[in-house]
């Protein structure tokens, strides 16, 4: 699945593919930091208000904005939302963000990394899941801190 460098995962690989760019000097420089089509690159840090974005080749890491990811393309084995943007379906959980007792809360419910889920339905604010059998409602904002991959 080919998707732009700013939207990959915190922890999460991609094999570049390709530069859309079109200015000469900015692709020397990513070129010269090492971001060829070829080489393996991994989300490593957001910053606070979501850019720039730190990411690692090799044991390098470059800062790049997102206005440069977005046009560098990477090719990764599966794409991770967050429960609020996905579709009906099933899906594994890859990551729980927010705070110790959030974390918690959702840990008392079945829900953590590794459980597979069903989102069952979205209704206005409100996403029903079903884990193990046991149907939950989350709103929005719990559903937008929960990051998941679609299971076949």
Do not use: W
Request: glycine content about 10%.
């Amino acid at each position: 699945m080919l998707i732009p460098l700013y939207d990959l995962f915190v922890g999460q690989k991609g094999k570049i593919e390709r530069l859309n760019i079109d200015e000469e000097s900015t692709k020397n420089r990513l070129i010269a930091m090492g971001i060829t089509p070829g080489k393996f690159i991994e989300l490593a840090h957001v910053s606070p208000f979501g850019d720039p974005l730190v990411f690692k080749i090799g044991e390098k890491k470059v800062v790049l904005r997102k206005s440069e990811a977005s046009k560098i393309f990477v090719d990764v084995p599966y794409k991770i939302f967050s429960l609020l943007e996905s579709d009906i379906g099933k899906y594994e959980i890859i990551d729980i963000k927010g705070g110790r007792n959030f974390v918690e809360e959702m840990k008392s419910m079945g829900l953590y990394k590794g459980v597979n889920i069903n989102l069952v339905n979205k209704l206005g604010n409100r996403i029903i899941i079903d884990v193990d059998g046991k149907k939950y409602e989350l709103g929005r904002g719990r559903a937008a801190k929960i990051f998941c991959k679609k299971v076949e």
